[in-house]
């Protein structure tokens, strides 16, 4: 028996009403119920941080988060990180510039991690940036142009 209820959530600046079952994730109502895939699913165990998203501005793990829980709250997906002209995101735009990433699988969390890394004072070396980013796994390997990018990053958005 299904045990549907409508929610209504607030993404990236849009209010959007979906009809979900109350165990649906908010990784998944992103993925499969508003097609916004940007936002991945690296393990569904809150282990890998692919599915990083920001509820309130603040990182959280969509894998581990109820759809029903982020009601009423502002979630911002990496697709909606860049400016109204399309613009990349500083964090974004140091990405491409310093080859932060490989496959790209990681890399939405990757980048959703950074902003909220930097926006909560976690950038001040390169020893902090690696603490506090330690849970986005990658398994490319791009840890040290990751590093570099974030530490770049934080200079032009301070
Ligand atoms: S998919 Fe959420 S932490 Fe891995
Ligand atoms: S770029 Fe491939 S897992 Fe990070």
Known sequence: MTNRTTIQLEINGQT???EVEPRVTLLDALRDHLQLTGTKKG???GQCGACTVHVDGER???CLTLAAQAEGRKITTVEGLSGPGGEL???QAAFLEHDAFQCGY???GQIMSAVACIREGHAGSDDEIREY???NLCRCGAYPHIVEAIREAAKVMS
């Open 89 to 91: 995101h500083p964090v």
């Open 133 to 135: 980013m330690s849970g």
């Open 106 to 108: 990681c890399t939405p």
């Open 16 to 18: 959007q009403a979906l």
């Open 60 to 62: 959280v793990l969509s």
């Open 43 to 45: 393990c569904d165990q």
